[in-house]
């Protein structure tokens, strides 16, 4: 039903992308409104070849849905799933007097409405209703202020849309022939994937580097004096700076000579000539401190923030904001911008000088300029909605919208409020070894005297090593010639690190750093890479698969344009000026597809693929071995001289050193020939296969025809299958027996008749079970399946049936993480019949790939469980049953004059 004010009879129809937003809206507007959603896009390119109309599936264009033949005319087509909301809105509209418009914003929105504005064909005045937030005043003043479709918006998402298309139709094949069938390419998502692969690279290639320096504790002997001592490390020795780990490249090596490079040995040493040695302050230098607040939030510090400090992928981060939008909490939470309306810059001021009084808010209001190049249209950054900002209390929210918008609010006032300042102070102290060696320890402290902005609102930050912009570091008071004694001097080692691995909110900044695609769609395009299988999460980091290698190795040896970093930039440019009218979008296509001045285009790029060798495009040679990694059709294995061995599916890049590799060829293969079954006389071995080991039987090859007589057909349906079986938890390939083989091979096993009917004990993929007919009861373990009688049989059969994880007694949990910060229940890590998975007594979440039961965080939990929430079904609605009609009484017939 829409969402309806005043009379039934109203004359403005009002259509908004989404039944949440449609309700909200409708509440504010006065009578002679109707507010209906398009539920999202109501028309799209084809999807699929049944979608594109019978006239133009002869086109040799058609499978991409874009004529590229004449001016790259799009082919679109109302998806199937809209045509009943499509004939709503039609029927709405030949009652209303006026059609308002009023999808998002941005350009995506605008390009809805303007697909609205062409399937609808109103005879009536149309107009475009734009608002940043949903309150009554802001939908009021949308209604009075009008203004036409933005054709050049609509212009520059159609190329998008097109490019994207052109893209992915054309490219992904490639990837089916010559990798794996249904893999995709696209634009942004495969230079994303690369970026992920790139890092590994590096972290493959990384050679560490071992130092080491000394570590003192340093007493002022005041014992009046808190703190009375400190740690400095050693920085120099002679006049030479002591190496740390930024003097090293990533092979290993020194980058400068003139440094000194001190070994376990000579620190140690060094340490010895020093215990005995006095020590006094060589300068201590003071600088004032003073930290800015942060810039209120748009799209992308918003994700980023969501990650680091609430766990939420960037996708669910969205998913959450948009319900806070939609229900009138905060402003539009796609946008580039920073800056604050004059009425949001008095209600953080006002707010900040409620909470925190007057002296922690500046003078005057703080203006924020946009540091993103390609800013997109108008938009306000993401803040509380209103003219006056509820405080997270006063909301009503709760749950992970609540923890959301805690974060917005806080961020938004915090922006307005006064400078954190303080002081740093460096202080270097001075020895003399017992061999004459001068030495040199440095420590640094900060204090900070007034904290401003930092009471309402600390960013976090990727690396959990790095200082809070809060935390202190104090420091004795301290003089130039200050003696000291060394309370405690030791050697300390350092290893350089390899650089850290993605996480989503590093990606994130990343991307928008190369101003690579839209803020808006970056969400979108993580969720694609994790879901293809091209990256996986261990922890929070993003750990590219051997796949992705793979599929990034052709892409960078064959269209290496189409992921080039410079290239995906510039075409976001192009857009930029296509929606500002400063370049036209056929032109700008052509030259992507068709190439110009000698530069190859898209549809020349994938019409030679003869020279991509699929073999050497998916193979990795493992450094130092004759191992090569290769990426087949049912995932990596490893190659040497034709003999293979699985990857592990949970095995990072990075892990599979050297040794690991002939690890995995020491372990036994899985081929073991066990030995003959009495009975058949068929030879059975034990395998290690894509779903785990099994044992199964070698069929006897039939004999070929006799000369001369003709070949006997069979179809593979009727083809002889042997026997197989899965290995029991239990058990292992290299202990596995004959006996324990053909008692496998025996299931599914007859137990015996009840009521007429066959007992059947069977192993399936929710455990082992009993069978009689349709009905089914669980067994307690696998071994049951060898021992079970007719008589216990008929025992679990007169029970009743039991559903779900409480069929079995309740194991106990494998891991206890905490609270989860949404429901506030304590997590667990448990077993289930799907694998481990972490559940708050409500939602349960499985453990993805990349997630171990040892290492999983209660982060990482909390946002298992806040997907697994976000995807679940809504409650359905029940509805009354409508009692059949009365028929009415048959008429008479009229009696004839």
Wanted: no cysteine.
């Amino acid at each position: 039903m829409p969402a309806k004010n005043g009379s039934a009879g109203g004359t403005r129809l009002v259509i908004v992308e989404s039944p949440a937003k449609a309700k909200t809206i409708a509440g504010y507007l006065g009578r002679g409104y109707i507010v209906e959603s398009s539920i999202g896009h109501i028309r799209d390119l084809p999807e699929r070849a049944d979608d594109i109309p019978e006239k133009y599936k002869g086109e040799s264009w058609a499978r991409l849905g874009v004529n590229v033949e004449h001016e790259f005319e799009p082919l679109y087509v109302v998806n199937p799933d809209k045509r009943s909301q499509v004939a709503k809105l039609k029927q709405l509209l030949k009652d209303a007097d006026e059609l308002y418009l009023a999808t998002d914003e941005d350009r995506e929105g605008e390009a809805i409405a303007w697909h609205l504005r062409e399937v609808l064909r109103p005879k009536v005045p149309v107009h475009r209703m734009v608002f940043h937030e949903i309150t009554p005043q802001a939908i009021r003043d949308a209604v009075a202020n009008p203004r036409d479709l933005n054709l050049r918006l609509v212009d520059a998402q159609e190329t998008r849309r097109i490019l994207d298309r052109l893209y992915g139709y054309e490219v992904s094949p490639v990837l089916w022939k010559k990798v794996k069938p249904r893999l995709s390419a696209g634009r942004v998502q495969s230079v994303a994937t690369r970026l992920v692969v790139e890092r590994e690279r590096e972290r493959l290639a990384f050679t560490p580097a071992h130092y080491w320096d000394l570590q003192a504790l340093f007493d002022t002997g005041r014992a009046e004096e808190r703190p009375r001592d400190f740690t400095a490390n050693l920085t120099g020795v002679d006049g030479r700076r002591v190496a740390q780990g930024r003097d090293f490249a990533s092979t290993g090596q020194l980058k400068n000579a003139d440094v000194l490079h001190l070994s376990e040995a000579a620190a140690g040493e060094l340490a010895g000539r020093l215990r005995s040695s006095s020590f006094a302050v060589k300068s201590v230098e003071r600088k004032p401190y003073t930290r800015k607040p942060y810039a209120p939030f748009r799209t992308t510090t918003l994700q980023q923030e969501a990650s680091r400090k609430l766990g939420f992928s960037a996708k669910y981060t969205m998913q959450v904001a948009q319900r806070l939008y939609e229900n009138g909490f905060i402003t539009y939470m796609r946008t580039d911008s920073i800056t604050l309306s004059e009425t949001a810059v008095a209600a953080a001021r006002s707010q900040a000088i409620k909470l925190y009084g007057a002296a922690y808010v500046p003078d005057k209001p703080r203006v924020y300029a946009s540091k993103v190049k390609s800013a997109q249209e108008a938009h306000e950054a993401i803040r509380p909605s209103g003219e006056e900002f509820r405080t997270p209390g006063e909301t009503g929210l709760s749950g992970d919208m609540f923890r959301l918008y805690e974060l917005i609010w806080q961020r938004t006032v915090s922006s307005q409020m006064k400078d954190a300042v303080g002081e740093s102070v460096t202080v270097k102290v001075g020895g003399r070894s017992s061999a004459g060696e001068d030495v040199e320890f440095t420590a640094s402290g900060r204090t900070i005297t007034f904290y401003g902005f930092l009471k309402a609102y600390v960013e976090g930050a990727d690396d959990p090593s790095t200082d809070r912009d809060d935390s202190e570091k104090r420091l004795p008071n301290l003089a130039e010639g200050d003696p000291l004694t060394a309370s405690r001097l030791d050697a300390a080692g350092h290893s350089t690190k390899p650089p850290a691995r993605y996480t989503e909110a590093s990606l994130v900044k990343e991307l928008e750093d190369r101003e690579i695609g839209r803020p808006s769609t970056y969400a979108s395009i993580i969720g694609t890479i994790l879901d293809r299988g091209y990256v996986f999460k261990k922890g929070t980091a993003l750990v590219p698969s051997f796949l992705a290698f793979a599929v990034v190795n052709l892409l960078e040896q064959h269209f290496g344009n189409l992921v080039d970093y410079d290239f995906t930039a510039e075409m976001e440019k192009v857009l930029d000026d296509i929606a500002n009218d400063r370049a036209e979008r056929v032109p700008e296509l052509q030259r992507f597809y068709y190439g110009e001045d000698g530069d190859e285009g898209l549809k020349e790029m994938v019409s030679d693929l003869g020279d991509i060798d699929a073999k050497e495009i998916s193979s990795f040679p493992i450094r130092g071995t004759d191992i090569v990694i290769r990426v087949g059709r049912y995932g990596p294995y490893l190659d040497r001289d034709g003999a293979r061995v699985n990857v592990p599916e949970d095995m990072t890049p990075d892990e599979l050193t050297a040794e690991k590799a002939e690890e995995l060829f020491s372990r036994p293969t899985g081929d073991r020939e066990l030995g003959q079954d009495p009975e058949s006389g068929h030879v059975i071995v034990a395998k290690d296969g894509r779903f785990g080991p099994y044992v199964t039987e070698i069929l006897p090859e039939e004999a070929p025809p006799a000369e001369g007589a003709p070949k006997k057909r069979t179809k593979k349906a009727d083809a002889p299958k042997p026997r197989t079986s899965s290995l029991f938890k239990t058990m292992s390939l290299d202990t596995i027996t004959l006996d324990d083989a053909l008692k496998l091979l025996s299931i599914p096993r007859h137990v015996g008749e009840l009521e007429g009917e066959p007992v059947w004990a069977h192993n399936g993929k929710f455990g082992p079970y009993l069978k009689k007919g349709t009905d089914s009861r669980s067994l307690a373990s696998e071994e049951d399946l060898f021992t079970v009688t007719i008589e216990q049989a008929k025992e679990l059969f007169a029970q009743p049936k039991q559903r779900g994880r409480g069929r079995a007694a309740a194991a106990a949990p494998l891991r206890e993480l905490g609270d989860d910060p949404a429901s506030k229940k304590p997590v667990v890590v448990k077993e289930g019949r799907f694998g481990p998975y972490v559940t708050d007594g409500e939602t349960n979440a499985s453990l993805r790939k990349g997630d171990t039961v040892e290492e999983i965080t209660i982060e990482r939990a909390a946002e298992l469980l806040a997907e697994r929430r976000e995807r679940a079904p809504a409650p359905k609605k029940t509805t009354a049953r409508k009692a059949p009609a009365k028929k009415a009484p048959a008429k008479k017939p009229a009696a004839k004059s």
